[in-house]
Structures are given as structure tokens and as C-alpha cells.
């Protein structure tokens, strides 16, 4: 059975910084692209970032393009999201996916979703 299991959420203040993981097992990830969603209080999921499953490309939505930084550690089957200087309107639940066939920046394509992780940033 595959499960994928963010962690690192939490309450920051405006300016912060955090770091989350999202730890897949149950398969070897390796050949998946892999992305972090969000969703807010009375909001759609949206696209956070993305990275392919060579490394090789990096996808960012508008609103954390120069804050945040995506990587993966395949040897781990982990992925990683950084964000910088956290905003107010970061707040939401995070959600790690995987997919053999994911549209870049999409919800499209993914076949495995985690549960999420609440990210709170305080004004």
C-alpha cells in the first residue's frame, strides 16, 4: 500500500521560514514527477511546485516563484519544499503528489496524494 506522509507545517510569523518533507512508501518514486499543493479555507487546491523525476526540470506557481525551492531526494523517495519569507496568504494545507503522468502545474496526471500539513503565517 502507498502512502505519502507530509511533515514540517506549523505556525510561522510573516517573514519566516519553513521547510516541509513528504516521505512515500510503498513504491520506489524515482520515474514519478513529484508536486506540492495547497489548499485554503474555501479556496480550490492550487499548484505550488513541481519537479520532474530526473531533476532535470522545476515548475513554480506565480505567488512563491522566488521564495520557494522544491528538490527531491530519490534515494529517500522524499520530496521537499523550502519557503522563504512567508506570507499571510501562504496559509493553507499542503499537499505532497506523485504521478507518472502529471501535467506540470496541474492537478492532472497525479495518482498519489498525501494528507496534508497546515502551514499557518501569522500577520
Known amino acids: 500500500q502507498v502512502h505519502m506522509v507530509e511533515s514540517g507545517g506549523g505556525l510561522v510569523q510573516a517573514g519566516g521560514s519553513l521547510r516541509l518533507s513528504c516521505a512515500a512508501s510503498?513504491?520506489?518514486?524515482?520515474?514519478?514527477?513529484l508536486a506540492w499543493f495547497r489548499q485554503a479555507p474555501g479556496k480550490e487546491r492550487e499548484f505550488v511546485a513541481g519537479?520532474?523525476?530526473?531533476?532535470?526540470?522545476?515548475y513554480y506557481a506565480d505567488s512563491v516563484k522566488g521564495r520557494s525551492t522544491i528538490s527531491r531526494d530519490n534515494a529517500k523517495n522524499t520530496v521537499y519544499l523550502q519557503m522563504n519569507s512567508l506570507k499571510p496568504e501562504d496559509t493553507a494545507v499542503y499537499y505532497c503528489a506523485a504521478g507518472r503522468k502529471a501535467i506540470p502545474t496541474t492537478t492532472v496526471g497525479y495518482d498519489y496524494w498525501g494528507q496534508g500539513t497546515q502551514v499557518t503565517v501569522s500577520s
Open positions: 510503498g513504491r520506489t518514486f524515482s520515474s514519478y514527477a
Open positions: 519537479i520532474s523525476w530526473n531533476k532535470a526540470n522545476t
